[in-house]
């Protein structure tokens, strides 16, 4: 298995016919730069940023990946999540990312990362591929022209993609640089790792190492079959933590023998420079993902009402026809009667009886993952099927299912990344995701494909269009009204800005644009390319650009793997060219009054935005001061509390020991959570000792509990997984 | 690797057929024109029960959708992830037009109880013409006092643009006869306009028109229809008259009231495409205006007369624009004038953070040429707007998620306020002018007092977004009102509003949790005339509303605060999501986005409660 993922593939290497050759007439790079590309000269990006918000790498597809791809991006871009990969383990300023660790980290970060060139790429797609060839590699040669073919299709702007590069190959592991035992978590801070470390704003990674412990360890995604991205995303997410907790608890026993045991330089280096910046965070991901459910049973015999929270990390909602996420959401919390076969174990009474159970939300996660059950078991016909149900879902969101003493019932949040299921069953077809990037908002992943998208793109995954594409699952994150106004807000300044800069389309500005994206490609950030002339909208560019007038009846009729597709009436390219001429006739005959005002205008309004973003940028790093210096008190105080856990707990032996009994841990995040508010009260119920019951108050009540607190943990989070998985199969 | 060489790729981007996209277009070979099919279906599951009645479904009528234009063959498409923007697309929008001033309705309510209100199906003005509200105004303006501080004490209602004597009526408009558009539809060669399709017996049928009896103008894909539901059954269902456009949706339109006659309707429409018409119905002529998009190249979601203007009309842009246009100026290519042509300008010098910028006053010296007056107050899509009853105010919902209430005749932006979540997709005025109703993408219908300024009481029981929101005035007094909305649920909603009755919520029982607003305690906002919430302006509003006009920006108030309004009627009236509603003396009209136009008649047993 790992001799087949070390194999990687190289887009470039080829070195086309035309290599070298002067730039033809109709200039082939034309049809190479992406529309994102595009779209970063156009408008180009600011100082790089450390976070890694800058970055928009395609996620190469090995055969079927697309669902960990596209849940991937929805994780990279969640904006909380990322940050908290990157930062644990703290690490001190030498273990910086070069640090080769198996001898294999390759992640110079001007080196394009291009081993030789393997022909076997298997997939069809790949066979395809010989015409185009890296030009970041080989800057001055144009590629090949690639034989006409629909340019709109997204396996031939993959293609284009992946031929453009850099490609980054993610075929090693630093798990020993962060001194954790390889695992899907450190695997998926190398490529988060790597990609902050890369030069460029966008290239094609390729997941090897990340698939293989994931093939590895998991079963279920063994296969090279489609696989369920909500499954995959329950599942990444159950792993991460598990991985941070051994990890932090490994971490608590060595602090425990710290004073006794002799360790390698390194190790100790490593050890007390994690010390140093408080280790124990490891509650992140419950913090960000987790919420809590209040199950009220009421007893129709005894009438008895049993109440039982439970945490989740999504929440998987049935759907009806022509409905709203919204009211999925309050269908999920109705009243649903436990009779029959699902009779209800009252305490009270003693025995299965009747009884109504409904759930509500009690405490709101701060991203809402939710996964709309689009795969359905059908009696009849043996097997799951996938609805194609209209369900409607909202820009912003608040719940309505809370609980009377939720906190923050009215809180609002914001859709922020949507997984797309194309296809039209359980069994195959293809996922993709659109996330709302900080920096260069809405965009289109596909696989090795990113596209910026109009906003309101983002709503035509209802379910009820032609080409079978659903919207699956859908990430929401908390925001506030003053957050959603400010960026309105800019919105409209940056229309604003964008309105006085725009100016027609000029020829010189397609010889500007192919200079600009030479130069460009390799080092984004320092190429300013003279762009106020250009048109910002980025993506009708591409056909724009093309200077050969493609007739739009051959290429549909030259993509010759579409064929019997079902047709959407759209316009007629002719009369559309036609009326766009006239337009920017028009446009030019008015810019021609307007320029000069115009121009002076452009001055003050960029100096003027820029001076806004600045502003902006401070005030939002200010309070993420605020918050980081806020969670940092958090995480000392808890370091305290774990500290006195680990001291209970020195004679656990190995991780793997202590994976299996430890007893705070699976807890840890929850029970600091509650910490807040309610930890006064649940510490002296419970004491320091046994805090691995604070995050269960009600436990007791059912009795049905009486497993390890670990397995307990464990049957939690996998508690709305089998709601997920018996439909699954 | 080894085991993907030897499985077959799975299909990435899968063939299957479906055969009917969201527009009613089916994808197969449809060529052929189709004619409207009126059918009568009947049984309990097309019966509407409420408390004064049942409601009987009387007539179905599904609108044929038109084949697409030739030249505009589809082209494939196979990609469902193809990033080519749509074009907007709106349901059916019904435009109905009682031709005879009728005596007043039974209303039960005594507010513009001289003014015929049958028109305000579909248009949300409730006046019919300006003689019969001046005469209505003495009620009207007391009552607007009192509720917006920010009115006019005068006793008459001030016109549009009054001030610029620009714009004044060059002859007095009584005598004049009203003007015609110049262009005959049916010999036109526009590339414009595809096709007219006149009725066989087109002038017999007017002529058989009962001047009671209801016009239909209702837009469906790229055709325009005239229908008269008052006809006998089976000519009902066809058309008088059918415009098909090479290239446009209309998306929204309006007839004017205080013009429309036995002979002569006025209709203005938008279209998808930017374009707006002007036509006048008996005489099938027409003008275009903003022609090649001179003005504004964005779509028009929502065009309306203004109330009491025999010319000008109010047109709402998708990118946020309102602009105002007369039916008679011609268009000139439109440069906002920025500095100094409105007085009413707001101080500040930042025109875009501004949330309502004039880009040309209607107090501008400019006024040779279309547009009259042009307001941009948001980035995003406006997606309805409606004229207060008393003609001082807009009601303007927006994608934003914000209703604004404008004060048109000062070009000033009074109120904002935010959607519980989401977009906002449709409002509508009470007909007293006291409420305003918003639906939007949160599934509510909200209920918002003008007198008050804050929300009322917010009402779920939509299982999806709302789409249209009408009053019934025929079942409405001053102090019941009657309501319906629709969805894209496909549910039909009725709901009984009465101030007095309303319930809070159990509240902040259990702590307070406060609204989200929480810098101001939740109790003020109940007794104080103006809201509490955050003012954008530094100055203090005083209690007699002295700065009224001043632009407050309101808080969302938490659900704990707000009082919740359970609908009293709910039902799933159609197979498609709905896009409008409409209450009528004798029936309630529905319209889904797939052509479908359902007339339910009212009970039989009359009309009290």
Redesign the interface.
């Given at each position: 298995m790992s001799s087949?993922f070390s194999?990687i593939r190289s887009g470039g290497g080829t070195s086309s016919p035309l290599a070298g050759s002067s730039p033809a007439k109709k200039d082939p790079n034309a049809l190479q730069i992406t529309?994102l590309e595009k779209y970063l000269l156009d408008v180009p990006l600011g100082p790089s940023q450390d976070n890694g918000s800058d970055k928009f790498w395609g996620l190469e597809n090995?055969?079927?990946t697309?669902y960990c791809n596209s849940i991937l991006q929805c994780l990279y871009y969640s904006v909380p999540f990322r940050e908290q990969v990157i930062n644990y383990p703290k690490r001190s300023p030498l273990d910086s990312v070069t640090t080769t660790s198996t001898g294999q980290a390759r992640i110079d970060p001007d080196a394009v990362i291009l081993p030789p060139n393997h022909p076997?790429?298997?997939?069809?797609?790949l066979m395809k591929q010989q015409p185009v060839q890296n030009s970041a590699r080989n800057p001055g040669g144009p590629p090949a022209t690639p034989k006409p073919e629909d340019k709109?299709?997204?396996?031939f702007k993959k293609r284009v993609a992946q031929a453009r590069g850099p490609t980054l190959s993610m075929d090693y592991d630093n798990a020993a640089a962060y001194g954790m035992p390889e695992s899907l978590f450190t695997s998926l801070k190398d490529i988060f790792e790597a990609l902050l470390a890369h030069k460029s704003n966008v290239g094609v990674v390729s997941p090897t190492k990340f698939l293989e412990v994931l093939r590895r360890e998991n079963e279920m995604f063994r296969?090279?079959m489609?696989q369920d991205a909500h499954e995959f995303l329950n599942l990444l997410l159950n792993e991460v933590v598990a991985n941070v907790e051994v990890h932090s608890k490994k971490l608590e026993e060595e602090k425990g023998m710290n004073g006794h045991a002799e360790k390698t330089g390194f190790e100790k280096s490593l050890a007390s420079a994690m010390l140093k910046t408080t280790p124990s965070t490891t509650g992140w991901v419950h913090e960000l993902f987790e919420g809590t459910l209040t199950s009220e049973t009421k007893c129709l015999t005894c009438e008895n009402v049993s109440q039982r929270d439970e945490a989740f990390l999504d929440l998987s909602v049935d759907l009806?026809e022509?409905?709203?996420v919204?009211?999925c959401l309050r269908k999920f919390s109705e009243e649903e009667m436990l009779c029959e076969r699902n009779k209800f174990h009252c305490d009270r009474c003693g025995g299965l009886q009747e009884a109504e159970k409904r759930m509500k939300i009690k405490r709101l996660p701060k991203i809402l993952a939710l996964h709309l059950k689009r795969f359905k078991y059908t009696e009849d016909l043996q097997r799951l099927q996938k609805l194609f149900h209209?369900v409607?879902y909202?820009?912003?969101?608040?719940l309505?299912n809370t609980t009377?003493?939720a906190?923050?019932?009215?809180r609002?949040?914001e859709l922020y990344a949507v997984v797309v299921h194309?296809?039209?069953g359980p069994y195959?077809?293809?996922y993709?995701s659109i996330v709302k990037t900080e920096e260069r908002g809405w965009l289109?992943f596909?696989d090795e494909m990113v596209?910026p998208?109009?906003r309101?793109?983002v709503q035509n995954f209802f379910g009820?269009?032609?080409?079978?594409?659903c919207a699956y699952v859908l990430f929401y994150q908390e925001t506030t009204?003053e957050a959603?106004k400010r960026e309105?807000?800019a919105?409209?300044?940056a229309?604003?800005a964008k309105a006085v800069v725009e100016i027609p389309k000029e020829p010189v500005g397609l010889g500007l644009k192919t200079n600009g994206f030479m130069n460009g490609i390799q080092h984004v950030k320092s190429a300013v390319t003279p762009t106020s002339d250009e048109d910002t909208n980025g993506?009708?560019s591409l056909d724009k650009a093309v200077t050969e007038p493609p007739p739009?009846a051959q290429i549909?009729a030259s993509?010759s793997e579409?064929?019997?597709?079902?047709?959407?009436?759209?316009?007629?390219?002719n009369?559309e060219t036609k009326s766009k001429k006239?337009?920017l006739k028009?446009e030019k005959?008015?810019k021609a009054?307007?320029k000069i005002t115009a121009r002076q205008e452009e001055k003050a309004e960029r100096e003027r935005l820029k001076n806004l973003e600045v502003k902006r940028k401070e005030v939002s790093k200010k309070a993420d001061a605020d918050t980081k210096a806020a969670m940092q008190a958090s995480k000392a105080s808890k370091a305290e509390e774990d500290h006195r856990d680990a001291a209970e707990n020195v004679n656990k032996d190995g991780a793997a020991a202590s994976a299996s009994a430890s007893v705070p841990l699976p807890t840890g995040g929850l029970g600091r959570f509650k910490s807040s508010s309610k930890s006064f009260r649940n510490s002296k119920l419970w004491g320091g000792s046994r805090d691995s019951n604070k995050d269960e108050p009600f436990a007791e009540e059912n009795g049905a509990e009486a497993t390890t607190p670990l397995d307990r943990s464990k049957n939690r989070f996998s508690n709305l997984r089998k709601k997920t998985s018996n439909m699954m199969l | 690797?080894?085991?993907?060489?030897v499985?077959p790729?799975?299909?990435?981007?899968?063939?299957?057929?479906?055969t009917t996209?969201?527009s009613g277009?089916t994808?197969g070979q449809t060529v052929l024109e189709m004619s409207n099919v009126l059918t009568h279906p009947s049984g309990p599951e097309y019966q509407l029960s409420v408390g004064e009645g049942t409601y009987i479904l009387q007539d179905n009528l599904h609108l044929a959708t038109p084949p697409?234009h030739p030249?505009?063959?589809?082209?494939?498409?196979?990609?469902?992830?193809?990033?080519?923007?749509?074009p907007p697309k709106a349901g059916i929008k019904l435009t109905i037009c009682i031709t005879s001033p009728r005596k007043s309705s039974p209303q039960l309510y005594r507010v513009n109880t001289s003014t015929s209100t049958r028109s305000n199906l579909g248009t949300y003005s409730i006046r019919e013409s300006e003689k019969e509200s001046r005469s209505s105004n003495e009620t009207n303006s007391n009552a607007a006092t009192t509720q917006l501080p920010s009115s006019n004490t005068s006793g008459r209602t001030p016109v549009f643009g009054e001030d610029n004597i620009l714009l004044t009526p060059v002859a007095g408009k009584e005598g004049v006869k009203k003007k015609k558009p110049k262009t005959n539809l049916v010999k036109s060669n526009s590339q414009f306009i595809s096709r007219v399709i006149l009725h066989d017996s087109l002038n017999k049928r007017l002529q058989e028109h009962n001047p009671e009896g209801m016009f239909v103008f209702a837009n469906i894909d790229r055709a325009y229809q005239w229908l008269d539901l008052s006809s006998p059954a089976p000519a009902r269902a066809q058309p008088l008259m059918k415009i098909l456009f090479a290239?446009a949706h209309m998306l929204c339109h309006d007839i004017n009231s205080l013009t429309k006659g036995p002979n002569h309707i006025d209709v203005v429409m938008g279209a998808s495409t930017g374009d707006i018409v002007w036509f006048e119905a008996y005489s099938q002529k027409y003008v275009r205006v903003n022609k090649?998009?001179?003005i504004s190249?964005s779509a028009v979601s929502q065009i309306r007369w203004l109330p009491g203007s025999e010319n000008l009309f109010l047109a709402s842009h998708m990118d946020?624009s309102l602009i105002v246009y007369d039916k008679e100026r011609d268009d000139a290519?439109f440069?906002p004038e920025t500095n100094g042509a409105s007085t009413f300008t707001q101080n500040s010098f930042d025109?875009?953070?501004k949330p309502f910028h004039i880009n040309k006053s209607v107090n501008s010296k400019n006024q040779k040429a279309n547009p009259v007056a042009s307001w941009k107050i948001?980035?995003?899509r406006i997606t309805d707007f409606g004229f207060s009853p008393d003609s001082r105010h807009l009601a303007v919902v927006s994608e934003?998620?914000s209703l604004r209430i404008i004060n048109y005749l000062k070009e000033q932006l009074t109120d904002l306020y935010?959607s519980?979540?989401?977009?906002f997709s449709c409002v509508c005025w009470s007909p007293d002018g006291k409420y305003v109703l918003t639906g939007g993408?949160?599934?509510l219908v909200s209920i918002w007092s003008l007198a008050e300024r804050r929300i009322v009481a917010r009402c779920?029981g939509?299982?999806?977004?709302v789409t249209a929101v009408a009053f019934d005035p025929w079942r409405c007094d001053n102090r019941n009102y009657r309501f319906g909305s629709v969805g894209?649920?496909?549910r039909l909603l009725l709901w009984d509003f009465n101030v007095g009755m309303l319930r809070r919520p159990?509240a902040a029982?259990?702590?307070n949790?406060a609204s989200?607003s929480s810098n101001v305690p939740i109790g003020r906002h109940r007794t104080e005339s103006h809201a509490t919430s955050r003012l954008r302006s530094t100055s203090s509003l005083d209690d007699d509303g002295v700065n009224a006009d001043e632009l407050v920006e309101h808080?969302?108030e938490?659900?704990?605060v707000t009082a919740e309004l359970p609908p009293v009627m709910s039902k799933v009236i159609d197979e498609h999501?709905l896009s409008l509603v409409g209450f009528d003396e004798e029936c309630i009209v529905t319209a889904c986005v797939e052509g479908h136009v359902r007339v339910w008649k009212r009970p039989q047993d009359g009309l009290s409660p």
């Open positions: 087949f194999r529309p090995f055969g079927n697309c076997s790429l298997t997939s069809a797609k709109e299709h997204p396996d296969s090279a489609h009806d022509h409905s709203s919204t009211a209209r409607v909202p820009y912003h969101l608040r309505f009377d003493d906190e923050d019932p009215d609002l949040y194309i296809g039209g195959h077809g293809h993709i289109l596909d596209e998208v109009d309101s793109y009820d269009r032609p080409g079978l594409a009204l959603v309105q807000d919105e409209s300044l229309a604003a993506y009708v739009h549909a993509s579409v064929t019997a597709l079902p047709q959407m009436p759209s316009r007629t390219p009369e006239e337009r028009e005959e008015r009054v307007a | 690797m080894e085991i993907q060489s499985l790729p799975p299909p990435r981007y899968p063939i299957t057929q479906i996209s969201p277009q994808t697409p030249q505009d063959a589809p082209i494939v498409n196979s990609n469902p992830l193809a990033t080519t923007p749509a290239k090649n998009n001179i190249a946020g290519a440069i025109p875009d953070l948001s980035n995003h934003d998620g935010p519980y979540y989401g977009a993408q949160d599934d779920p939509h299982h999806s977004w894209e649920d496909r159990k029982s259990i702590r949790r989200i808080e969302v938490s659900r704990t999501p």
